[in-house]
């Protein structure tokens, strides 16, 4: 995690009802729109479940298609020393060797075989959550494969998706979900983040209050927009004496690169 992703404010309910939603023994799909921070809200939420250390987790950081989810819970269980069962043919892997080098080797594997590895890993885990971050649109095979998954484990899914029609569908798909939809920050909880991003920062002529009201109006709670618009003004603020105001910044279009990626 980032310095930035390490900083985390609000989501107070939220963080609770998902506590709740698993301690009912429920699964979970987070919902939200593009950089409204489902990804550190789910990181905060492990950061808080490792701390208590009653449960396992693993976590799938890219979950868009079936091999590529399987890699990232085997390379979760390898890095935790959870991976006792190997396929015969790397078996010669040094346990000390990191998942980066020994990924290489799995990565040449069948989707099928690594379906399997999952599975005969995670059989008899008690307390084990499974969190599949940037899921996106599910192949028959990747539904049967989560359909199996949430009988060994409690499934924390976020979705990629912004359409409320896909979303929904997906939604009605796993059934036995919480649905949790992340809103917008409120407006306490963004000027906490931009003060602490433009924290130490020196504006001159221009009032300091002003541009951390500014910067919270233009991203619209988002945090993504909000962090990417004061690594921005951290760059083009030339020197403490300059006056400048953040609409000269051309804020439009680093919101937009910030954002067609995610």
Known sequence: MTQKQKFFVGRKQELERMFEALAK??????LGEKGCG??????????????????????SSQ????????????????????????????????PNVPWEKACRYFSRLRTGILKNLVFNNIRGFKNLTIVLDHLGKMKPKFFIFLDSLRDQAKLVLIARTTQKKESGRLWM??????????????????KKLASYWLHGME???????????????????????LSGICEEIRKKVP??????????????????????DL
Not at 68 to 80: A, H, K, N
Not at 177 to 186: D, R, T, Y
Not at 203 to 225: K, L, Q, Y
């Open 63 to 94: 979950s868009a298609s079936l091999k590529d989810t399987c890699l990232e819970l085997i390379g979760s269980l390898y890095s935790q020393g959870l991976l006792a069962r190997i396929p015969k043919r790397i078996k010669e892997i040094n």
């Open 239 to 260: 020197t403490p004496t300059t006056p400048i105001h953040v609409r000269t910044l051309d804020i439009d279009r680093k919101i937009n690169e910030l954002l067609k």
């Open 38 to 59: 489902k990804t550190a809200f789910v990181h905060e939420f492990m950061r808080r479940v490792q701390a208590s250390r009653e449960q396992k987790i693993l976590f």
């Open 25 to 30: 023994g429920k699964h979970i799909l987070i």
């Open 173 to 190: 798909m796993l059934w036995g979900f919480e649905k949790i939809e992340l809103p917008p920050l409120k407006a306490e909880e963004a």
């Open 203 to 225: 504006f001159g002529a221009t009032d300091h209050t002003r541009w951390v009201h500014d910067v919270i109006r233009i991203s619209h709670g988002n945090p993504v927009v």
